[in-house]
């Protein structure tokens, strides 16, 4: 019997994946819809009887069957992108199918949960904090820390928050352990309501990700009596940026406009509906279950460095010719990842910036591509990690048109709460093209009478860059939240390392 694996994850079935599965099928294979193993050059990617295949189409069954096709890539775990991985939290990828009660027990689900439950919640916490896990959404923050604030806190009820709105450029993560591995993020969540005395849960998803958000209510229904007090609901958003904000994501839970809250109060001490409420990432969750396991959390704590402890799945995209998902410990280098692991970029130019972080990350130059891959040494240059994206430009970029876009983007998403944000931005612009633009078209858009006074006073080019150094220091200290206050990174990265991007067109 022909057993053929293939997975459902949507960046397969956007490449095919469901053609090819039908084709197997109608020659009377037996097809298996798993998780996706993260090699997306590959997609779609299948597996035959041990042996793994890549890009494959219709075309190519016949000689797969027949052992004459040139696409085989041997037994998929031993490829190389694949066997220098350390993965925890995708250890599981391409292996399993994601609605599988009985895949998902046979690799260790719900010993996490089974575990905590043998705990005190202060003891559970405790693991956690132990095992030096940090936020995987953005500003690093210790889990522990959160979970312990919340359990501490006073409230007539508390809540467990996923946010799965992820809206970063170039980041999939998320997307894919919500379709490929959905139990995982459940049992995280069970055992962060067990730790912080929480009833209630929600997951909220983005509404660009159908597959996910069908996925996981299919999941959560099967698991209801496996994390039974602990009741999980899925709250869809509607595609605004801000609300992957957490704040701006509890009013959106709440049916309010997805607008920002000042803190203090922080979510731990009044978030969801005025209770304390634990708010973490997917991937946050995702390692909670491996920290949970009998010595998970010095396991955990194990890999990695300095203060940037367990492994990250980082996402390689943009110009790159080996795209896709590489979860390894802190501390591998940038030229590591786009040349070693990601092949170079995809149309064999030299790699001229990468961007970390998503659209709010720091442009990276390529000097700075030995900088090991952790929190501190990212802060220490004005840089981010954020969620894991790894954003590829070759050398025909245009850092300026660069800088633009991270400010019109702010300008777009901002949900206007605060000036820094809501008008630095549009400023932001207004001075970058004013920059860019040739010395005649400066004057003659200033004698325009109608201009506003920016325009008419004459400012030289130098006074315009000066000024928006200030801009972005304003937009970096006095905003409400990241989206204001990450915009400057990649303007003044890309103004500092790509200066001659910013010379007016001729």
Not at 152 to 180: I, Q
């Given at each position: 019997m022909t057993i053929v694996r293939i997975s459902d994850d949507a960046l397969a079935l956007a490449c095919g994946a469901d053609t090819v599965a039908n084709a197997f099928a109608e020659i009377g294979c037996t097809v298996e819809r798993t998780s996706s193993w993260g090699m997306h050059w590959l997609e779609p990617l299948v597996e035959v009887n041990g042996t793994g295949f890549g890009t494959v189409t219709p075309d190519?069954?016949?000689?797969?069957?027949?052992?004459?096709?040139?696409?085989?890539?041997?037994?998929?775990?031993?490829?190389?992108?694949?066997?220098?991985?350390?993965?925890l939290s995708f250890a599981r990828a391409g292996r399993t199918r994601p609605l599988s009660l009985e895949d998902y027990e046979a690799t260790g689900g719900w010993a996490g949960l089974t575990r905590a439950r043998s705990l005190m919640p202060d003891a559970v916490v405790s693991e956690v904090t132990l095992s030096?896990?940090?936020?995987?959404?953005?500003?690093?923050?210790?889990?522990?820390?959160?979970?312990?604030?919340?359990a501490g806190a006073a409230g007539a009820r508390k809540y467990v928050v996923c946010n799965a709105d992820e809206g970063d450029s170039g980041t999939f993560a998320d997307r894919m352990l919500m379709e490929g591995d959905p139990f995982q993020l459940i049992e995280g969540m069970a055992i962060a309501a067990h730790a912080v005395g929480a009833t209630?849960?929600?997951?909220?998803?983005?509404?660009?990700?159908?597959?996910?958000?069908?996925?996981?209510?299919?999941?959560i229904a099967l698991a209801a009596e496996i994390i039974a007090p602990f009741q999980i609901e899925v709250r869809v958003g509607a595609g605004a940026y801000v609300c992957g904000e957490e704040t701006s994501l509890l009013n959106s839970i709440e049916g309010k406009r997805g607008e920002v809250r000042a803190k203090p109060p922080l979510p731990a001490h009044s978030g969801l509906?005025?209770?304390?409420?634990?708010?973490?990432?997917?991937?946050?969750?995702?390692?909670?279950?491996?920290?949970?396991i009998e010595?998970?959390?010095?396991?955990?704590?194990?890999?990695?460095?300095?203060?940037?402890?367990?492994?990250?799945?980082?996402?390689?995209?943009?110009?790159?010719?080996?795209?896709?998902?590489?979860?390894?410990?802190?501390?591998?280098?940038?030229?590591?990842?786009?040349?070693?692991?990601?092949?170079?970029?995809?149309?064999?130019?030299?790699?001229?910036?990468?961007?970390?972080?998503?659209?709010?990350?720091?442009?990276?130059?390529?000097?700075r591509f030995d900088l090991p891959f952790c929190y501190e040494a990212y802060a220490g240059v004005d840089a981010l990690i954020g969620h894991g994206g790894v954003t590829v430009f070759d050398d025909t970029a245009d850092m300026g048109r660069m800088a633009r876009f991270a400010m019109e983007f702010c300008a777009a998403e901002s949900c206007g709460k605060c000036t820094p944000c809501r008008i630095g931005s549009t400023r932001g612009v207004e001075?970058?093209?004013?920059?860019?633009?040739?010395?005649?078209?400066?004057?003659?858009?200033?004698?325009?009478?109608?201009m506003h006074n920016a325009a008419k006073s004459a400012r030289s080019r130098a006074e315009d860059i000066a000024l928006l150094g200030d801009l972005c220091e304003t937009m970096k200290d006095a905003s409400l939240c990241a989206l204001g206050g990450f915009t400057p990174y990649p303007v003044l990265s890309a103004l500092q390392h790509w200066p001659e991007d910013f010379e007016p067109e001729v």
């Amino acid at each position: 019997m022909t057993i053929v694996r293939i997975s459902d994850d949507a960046l397969a079935l956007a490449c095919g994946a469901d053609t090819v599965a039908n084709a197997f099928a109608e020659i009377g294979c037996t097809v298996e819809r798993t998780s996706s193993w993260g090699m997306h050059w590959l997609e779609p990617l299948v597996e035959v009887n041990g042996t793994g295949f890549g890009t494959v189409t219709p075309d190519d069954i016949s000689a797969i069957l027949e052992n004459c096709s040139t696409k085989s890539i041997g037994k998929i775990a031993d490829h190389p992108f694949i066997a220098r991985q350390q993965r925890l939290s995708f250890a599981r990828a391409g292996r399993t199918r994601p609605l599988s009660l009985e895949d998902y027990e046979a690799t260790g689900g719900w010993a996490g949960l089974t575990r905590a439950r043998s705990l005190m919640p202060d003891a559970v916490v405790s693991e956690v904090t132990l095992s030096g896990l940090r936020g995987r959404g953005g500003a690093g923050f210790p889990a522990g820390i959160k979970w312990q604030t919340v359990a501490g806190a006073a409230g007539a009820r508390k809540y467990v928050v996923c946010n799965a709105d992820e809206g970063d450029s170039g980041t999939f993560a998320d997307r894919m352990l919500m379709e490929g591995d959905p139990f995982q993020l459940i049992e995280g969540m069970a055992i962060a309501a067990h730790a912080v005395g929480a009833t209630l849960g929600y997951i909220y998803v983005r509404s660009e990700y159908p597959h996910a958000i069908a996925k996981l209510k299919a999941a959560i229904a099967l698991a209801a009596e496996i994390i039974a007090p602990f009741q999980i609901e899925v709250r869809v958003g509607a595609g605004a940026y801000v609300c992957g904000e957490e704040t701006s994501l509890l009013n959106s839970i709440e049916g309010k406009r997805g607008e920002v809250r000042a803190k203090p109060p922080l979510p731990a001490h009044s978030g969801l509906f005025g209770c304390p409420t634990v708010i973490n990432n997917v991937l946050t969750l995702a390692a909670i279950p491996h920290i949970l396991i009998e010595g998970g959390a010095a396991l955990y704590d194990s890999h990695g460095i300095a203060r940037s402890k367990g492994t990250m799945p980082i996402q390689i995209a943009g110009n790159v010719k080996h795209g896709g998902l590489f979860e390894t410990a802190f501390g591998i280098t940038l030229h590591a990842l786009i040349y070693d692991i990601g092949g170079g970029t995809a149309s064999g130019r030299p790699v001229k910036a990468v961007q970390v972080g998503g659209p709010l990350g720091a442009y990276i130059h390529p000097d700075r591509f030995d900088l090991p891959f952790c929190y501190e040494a990212y802060a220490g240059v004005d840089a981010l990690i954020g969620h894991g994206g790894v954003t590829v430009f070759d050398d025909t970029a245009d850092m300026g048109r660069m800088a633009r876009f991270a400010m019109e983007f702010c300008a777009a998403e901002s949900c206007g709460k605060c000036t820094p944000c809501r008008i630095g931005s549009t400023r932001g612009v207004e001075l970058i093209d004013r920059i860019c633009a040739p010395q005649a078209t400066v004057d003659a858009v200033a004698a325009l009478p109608q201009m506003h006074n920016a325009a008419k006073s004459a400012r030289s080019r130098a006074e315009d860059i000066a000024l928006l150094g200030d801009l972005c220091e304003t937009m970096k200290d006095a905003s409400l939240c990241a989206l204001g206050g990450f915009t400057p990174y990649p303007v003044l990265s890309a103004l500092q390392h790509w200066p001659e991007d910013f010379e007016p067109e001729v």
